[in-house]
Structures are given as C-alpha cells and as structure tokens.
C-alpha cells in the first residue's frame, strides 16, 4: 500500500481554499479530509483529491481543497487510497491546520532565508567560531519548537522563504549532482519532525537563490563562460531546477494556475515520462532566455485578514538575468515587465519578497556599484579583469551591482508609494535575505504620502559564518565602509549620488538615501511581521539552546514600522 514520503507541505491558503502538497512512495489517490469538513466534500465533483504524478521514479500530487469557511481553523489528515497517513501515529505531534483568511486578528508573517539541512546534534549546533562542521541552532526548529509548546492552534498566517532552502553545492560525497541527489537534499530539509509539522500547518511562499543550483549562479557573463564548459553543469542545473518546480514551485501557484498550468497537466498524462517533460520545459527556458515561456519562477499571493490586506510579490533574480557587460539586469526585460506589473497599491501593505537585498549598507552598496562601472570598461580590458574578480571574491552580485535594474525598482517603488498606481499603501516592505546576517533600512527623503518604504533582511536561518567573515561584514557596514565605497566609485568616474544607473544618468532613488538604523545581527535567525489595518512591526529573533539543551529563540530587535 502506498505510504507519505514527505509532507504534507500546506502552500496556498484563502478565504475558501487551499493547496497541500505531498510526495509518496507510490501511484495513489490522495485525499485531504478537512474537520470541519468543506464544502467541497458534498460536491459534484467529489472530496479534495487528485492523483499522483511520477518524475525520476518518485511520486507527487498537489491537492486543492475548496469549500472552505472563511475565518475559520480546519483540522486535516491526508489519506492514500482512503488510508490515513497523516497525522503519523504516535509521532506525538498536534494535528495539522489550514487557517483560512478573514478572521478578525492580525496578519503575521514570518521570513527568513539559507537553511543548511544538518543534523541537529553537536558539534552541527556548534557555531562556525566554535567548530568547522557547525552551524548553529536551526531557527526553523526553533520556531516550531515554540509553536507545539506554547501555540500550536496559533501559527503565523503565512511564511515566506527567501532563497537557499537546499545547498545543491555542499556534499562533498557527491561532486557530481544530478536529479537524485537534489531529491534527496529537499528530504533531509523538509523531514525533520518539528520542520515536517510546521511546513504542514504554515502556509508558504518559496523563491530560490544561486545555492538551491550553485554558489553565484549567474553572477556574471564571464562565470557562466566558465561554468558551461564543466562537463557536470549540464545535469546539475537541469537536476537542480527541475527538483525546484517539483518541491518548491509547484506549491506557489494559485490554484486557478493549478488547473490550467500546461506542464502539470501534461504530467497527470497517463503513461508519461515527468522528468523528460519537465527536461523539455527547463532546456526550453535555457535556450529562450528572453522568451516568457514556462517557467516563470516569480509569483505573487494576497495575504488577507480581518481589516487588513497585503500583497506578496515574489521575484526571481536568480535565473532570467541579463549579463553583457554594460547592460546588465537582475531580471531580464520579459520577467521585470511581469513583476513590474504585480507592484501597485490599493492594498494595506505591498511586500516584495526578493532573495537578493535592494537596499544594501553604503559601503556594500558603493562598493557593487563599482563593480558595476569597471565591469562595463571604465577603466578598460585590465580594470574589467580586476572587476571580474572582485565580484567573485566579493559576491557583488545584489540589485546595486545592476545599476539599471536597482533604479528600475525605485522607479516601481516610488510609483507604488505617491499613488501613481493606485491608492498608496502604508508601508512597501521588502524582504529578503542572502548576506547572512539582519537588518532594517528605511528609505528616507524619497517617496511622501505617509508610506514607508523599508528593507528588512533576516538571514541566516541555519548557516554559520566564520569570524573573519563576520568581521569584514561589520566594517563593510560602518562609516568607514561607506566612506571606501564612495572613494572607489568616485575612482572610475561615477557621480555622487546613489541614483546613477550603470550609464550614469540619475534615476527615481537619486534624491532619496538611506542607513542601517537596526544591525547588522549576526547567527541564526528569523523575523515576523505583524501587519494589523495600516500598521507594521518587525520582529527579529535569534536561535540558541536553552537550559536544557533544547532549541529556543530569543528577541534581538522589535520595532514598529508604520
């Protein structure tokens, strides 16, 4: 009989609906039973099921389940073949919930990105000053721990993860990855019990960064000359984006993209080879860079609560770049235009959820701003040699070091805020994660009409950084960075004020500015936000072992936003 691999994973939920993701050891039938029951149960078409699909041997489905009471908390259990095989039997754990949208509490929103899926033993809970194999206290764990203790009837509305949830580029017993392996890196991330209960209960928004494929992953021109040639990045990339669609994208469509998205339903073909088919959709997308055809990684979601209402966008900057020299961007022009599109008002609150930080500290933000410039020939053959290196050594690789695309944003940005698309929201929030260590920028003397517009960062969840690294980040984020960065760019020509794009011409953001008022924090950690009507709190935590040895969270920094 067929038996849960992994999952469920609860992905999308409205006032009325919601999609649960599994994977199975088997060809079944999977239905999600809800208590109170939905609708949908008495429903001409039947209870919330859908049949497996196979990919590489393995076995999925996605699962939508409508009819449901707005407001109100569902208990479920998943059955194969009319078995239950969730809630595991005597794992201990409260049933999992789907929350649907428009009670009357607020909207919390937890984020955070770079997870590294270890075992949670010494010395991995080490820190990396303490040990070379550690890498903390998992914050995820942490969290969860902290849900089923103290309120497992009250998890957060959503949670949204902002890149690097496997490390496809860690294993050194596997230097040459394929599909297999990346399949097998989601199981040990997504398998730990408090980790497995969490993702079944938390609704969640997924977006990769370059180690879900590789470390710098499309970071220039040149590094993709280098890497093309290897004779092992053909599977890796393939393996490692096609894992992607199946345990993280899939999950981020909204059902009405479920039943109409052509891929998934050429995979419900009877008879069909799924990993040929989703080979066919990448090696499409590979060769039609500028093309939007399937996939489009970015998604968007509205989060709703009593009174409130927000809309998460979430964008790829990862794999539609452009990358010639002097007229590079983060997202090429078919991906910005489709991203671009999703950012108005007419809502409380507009999150962008962008693995990579828009607003860096100054000295890192001047510092991938030169990279940009010499990159593009300001100093000639020699200077883009040395660019080259730079920001490889470096990771100079954020929204800055495209100068077109960060002004691009801005623009966007400014647009949504004095309501020249639509009605200005209180607050644009964006998030991301990436450098390995927290922190809170506003944006100051840009945008009026009341809404603020700040970065928040929350990284790492799990991930060490060694004090060298820690040290250097400090200094990159103090008046001393700032005053090396201004220096550098002023070295090849750039003008004075931040607004430049690569060809030098100020932009929207030219007369704004802005400064780390909260950090950097550095270890593992994670952030909540708590949206309630037109107002905003951040909330930042740190994870540690506690007195008994067990994983815990602490406060480092509250704040309100708006």
Avoid: K
């Avoid at 080490?126 to 890498?135: D, F, K, M, S, V």
């Avoid at 309120?151 to 297999?180: K, M, N, T």
């Avoid at 883009?384 to 800055?400: C, M, N, P, S, Y």
């Avoid at 250097?472 to 002023?490: D, I, K, M």
């Amino acid at each position: 009989m067929p038996d849960l691999v992994l999952g469920p994973v609860l992905r999308f939920v409205d006032r009325s609906r919601a999609t649960v993701w599994v994977e199975t050891d088997g060809p079944a039938t999977v239905e999600v039973r809800t208590d109170p029951p939905s609708s949908s149960a008495g429903a001409t078409d039947g209870p919330a099921r859908a049949t497996t699909f196979a990919v590489a041997g393995r076995h999925f489905a996605v699962v939508t389940v409508t009819g449901l009471a707005a407001g109100t908390d569902h208990t479920y259990e998943v059955l194969l073949d009319d078995v239950r095989r969730w809630p595991l039997d005597g794992a201990g754990l409260p049933p999992s919930l789907i929350r649907t949208a428009g009670a009357d509490r607020p909207l919390r929103v937890v984020f955070g990105s770079c997870r590294v899926a270890v075992p949670h033993h010494p010395p991995h809970t080490l820190e990396r000053t303490e040990h070379p194999e550690g890498h903390g206290v998992d914050a995820l764990v942490a969290y969860g721990r902290r849900l089923l203790e103290e309120g497992p009837s009250d998890p957060p509305d959503h949670a949204v993860f902002l890149g690097d949830q496997v490390y496809g580029d860690l294993d050194p017993d596997e230097p040459e990855p394929d599909l297999e392996r990346y399949m097998a890196l989601y199981h040990r991330s997504w398998s730990e019990p408090t980790v497995r209960w969490v993702l079944s209960t938390v609704p969640s928004a997924m977006v990769f960064d370059d180690h879900d494929i590789v470390d710098d992953w499309n970071l220039s021109a040149a590094w993709l000359d280098d890497i093309v040639d290897q004779p092992w990045w053909d599977a890796h990339v393939i393996g490692g984006l096609t894992a992607y669609w199946l345990y993280q994208h899939l999950g981020n469509l909204h059902p009405d993209e479920l039943a109409t998205d052509p891929v998934l339903a050429a995979l419900r073909e009877p008879g069909t080879d799924g990993e040929a088919v989703l080979r066919a959709m990448i090696d499409r997308a590979r060769l039609e860079r500028a093309h939007p055809s399937p996939p489009r990684w970015s998604s968007t979601r509205d989060l709703l609560a009593a009174g409130t209402n927000a809309r998460l966008v979430m964008a790829d900057t990862r794999s539609h770049r452009r990358l010639e020299e002097g007229d590079r961007a983060i997202i090429d022009d078919a991906g910005w235009a489709w991203v671009d599109d999703r950012l108005t008002g007419d809502v409380d609150h507009l999150l962008i959820g962008a693995s990579l930080p828009w607003l860096l500290p100054e000295g890192v933000h001047e510092a991938e701003r030169w990279s940009d410039r010499v990159g593009a020939g300001r100093w000639g053959g020699v200077g883009r040699r040395i660019g080259e290196r730079a920001r490889r050594a470096g990771d100079l690789e954020h929204w800055a070091a495209f100068g077109r695309s960060f002004e691009r944003l801005a623009e966007s940005v400014a647009g949504v805020a004095t309501g020249r698309r639509g009605h200005p929201p209180a607050s644009v929030l964006v998030l991301s994660g990436d450098v390995h260590f927290s922190y809170v920028v506003p944006l100051e003397g840009g945008p009026g009409n009341g809404c603020r517009v700040v970065q928040l960062v929350s990284s790492p969840i799990r991930n060490g950084v060694p004090a060298n690294l820690r040290r250097t980040l400090r200094v990159a984020s103090s008046r001393l960075g700032a005053l090396a960065g201004r220096l550098a760019l002023a070295a090849v020509g750039a003008g004075g004020g931040r607004g430049d794009d690569a060809g030098g011409s100020p932009g929207a953001a030219g007369g704004a500015g802005w400064q780390v008022t909260g950090g950097p924090w550095f270890g593992n950690g994670i952030a909540t936000l708590t949206l309630q009507g037109r107002r905003a709190r951040v909330h930042f935590e740190r994870s540690r072992l506690d007195h008994r040895g067990l994983p815990d969270l602490v406060t480092i920094h509250e704040e309100r936003l708006c």
